[in-house]
């Protein structure tokens, strides 16, 4: 085992590893399953769009296109009773810390049909990757990578779904949310929340967008289709009623 001597200089290696994990989950979230999926502010070559829905169903343990799924509810049902995990209508401290639980709760409003994520091979896989950090590790180290992972991971989706709706300006007084640009770097764009809920297939959320200039070099190589009209455009189309997975209110 690597164990106490796997170490950054101050750092405890599983915590570097927990944390990296949770960025790369964390991107993954909000460029693929957000962007992309949820909203259709453009197109993923299908070779990375394969890659990260295996990804995300053994990391995440759910399918990318019910996290769309989910979070088109909350756009549909912004701050009402309907909304899965609105702070003003739960206690904002339910919502930032019960993340997981809210959306287990929101999924079963979703058509039977909807995929769950939970194969038996990415669940092997899964399986596979938490023995392999075991056998490198040991038991304190993966267990501390876990407890940072989910920390982080599900702490930056939980202080999109309460800050996001709670403080800040709102320059699209007909929208729900609020925008507090210095959050859009640590929440990965999402410090901009009334601009999104106002333009939600804009593929660019605001000037301090940190997605943004990852989604063009994607999209230099060939692996995201922008479709610049789309960053212009405000477009509520991709909420709408007749978005086709979700039918249950
Ligand atoms: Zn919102
Ligand atoms: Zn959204």
């Given at each position: 085992m690597l164990g106490g001597d796997a170490r950054v200089p101050g750092v405890p290696v599983a915590v570097v590893i927990g944390f990296s994990s949770a960025v790369v989950a964390a991107l993954v979230t909000e460029v693929y399953?957000?962007?992309?999926?949820?909203?259709?502010?453009f197109r993923v070559h299908r070779f990375l769009a394969s890659l990260l829905d295996t990804y995300f169903q053994v990391?995440?343990?759910?399918h990318p296109q019910t996290w769309a799924a989910v979070h088109r509810l909350h756009h549909r049902y912004a701050d009402t009773p309907l909304d899965p995990h609105s702070p003003l209508q739960r206690r904002p401290l339910t919502v930032l810390a019960g993340s997981p639980f809210l959306f287990a709760i929101a999924r079963r409003r979703l058509p039977p049909d909807t995929p769950s994520g939970r194969g038996i091979v990415h669940l092997g896989l899964r399986g596979l990757l938490v023995g392999s950090f075991f056998v490198m590790f040991g038991l304190v180290q993966v267990l501390t990578m876990l407890a940072v992972h989910l920390v982080c991971y599900l702490g930056v989706m939980g202080m999109v779904n309460t800050v996001g709706h709670l403080y800040g300006r709102k320059p699209h007084p007909d929208s729900p949310g609020y925008d507090l640009a210095w959050l859009a770097i640590p929440l990965l764009g999402h410090g901009y929340h009334n601009s999104h809920h106002a333009h939600p297939a804009a593929a660019r959320t605001g000037p301090l967008d940190p997605i943004w200039p990852l989604l063009r070099v994607l999209s230099a190589v060939g692996l995201v289709e922008l479709d610049d009209r789309r960053t212009r455009v405000a477009s509520r189309a991709c909420c709408g009623a007749s978005t086709p997975l979700v039918v249950r209110p």
């Open positions: 399953c957000h962007r992309c999926l949820a909203h259709g502010a990391v995440v343990g759910t």
